[in-house]
């Protein structure tokens, strides 16, 4: 007994909706954009268009980087015209705009494209790790499924990858990438390159 209080339980009508919520709200997203009030009006017409998508194609083209779902979220606690992008609860950008305009919208998204072009070491995770090599066994079906996860775990191709991006490189030629781990266990190390 504390403070004259006998085990008393705390409960909570059980609801579905609520489970979801703290769900989503258990784990650290991998890209988050938020953004203080006046930019919420630039979001909500974007949103409208096909820019993410057609973003998301562009980053794959140029890089072989996978974009993650990205969370765009208001934030109270920023200045009206503050944004910033996170990973993992990271800041890895911030700034207040000068202005908002009908061109926020996209200037915002080539800012988070910048931001995995140049800090995707800091995003990829080995879910996305799993997901790139989801697209590269449909195109190279032998070269995946005989290497991840048998000989090569979804981690240690993580790090390979992280070591690319270090090195300023892309994942666009995966076959490579995915031949020097192979060749690693080839040449007896008993471990990837």
Not at 38 to 61: H, N, S, Y
Request: aromatic share 6%; glycine share 8%; with cysteine.
């Amino acid at each position: 007994m504390l403070f004259g209080i006998q085990g008393t339980k705390v409960t909570e009508p059980h609801s579905a909706v609520m489970d979801q919520e703290i769900g989503r709200n258990l784990f650290a997203d991998p890209l988050v954009v938020e953004f203080g009030c006046d930019v919420i009006p630039c979001f909500a017409e974007g949103l409208k268009t096909d820019l993410v998508k057609e973003k998301r194609k562009q980053l794959a083209r140029e890089t072989g980087f996978l974009l993650p779902v990205t969370n765009f979220r208001d934030n109270v606690g920023l200045e009206p015209r503050e944004i910033r992008i996170l990973s993992y609860d990271r800041v890895l950008w911030q700034e207040k705009l000068e202005t908002v305009d009908g061109d926020t919208y996209q200037q915002i998204l080539d800012k988070v494209l910048e931001v995995c072009r140049t800090q995707y070491g800091e995003i990829l995770n080995k879910q996305m790790v799993k997901q790139l090599l989801d697209h590269a066994e449909q195109q190279y079906p032998g070269l995946v499924a005989d290497l991840v996860p048998g000989k090569v775990s979804y981690l240690q191709v993580k790090e390979r990858l992280v070591a690319v991006c270090r090195e300023g490189g892309n994942f666009r030629d995966m076959v490579h990438i995915l031949e020097e781990l192979e060749a690693g266990l080839a040449e007896g190390t008993g471990r990837p390159n």
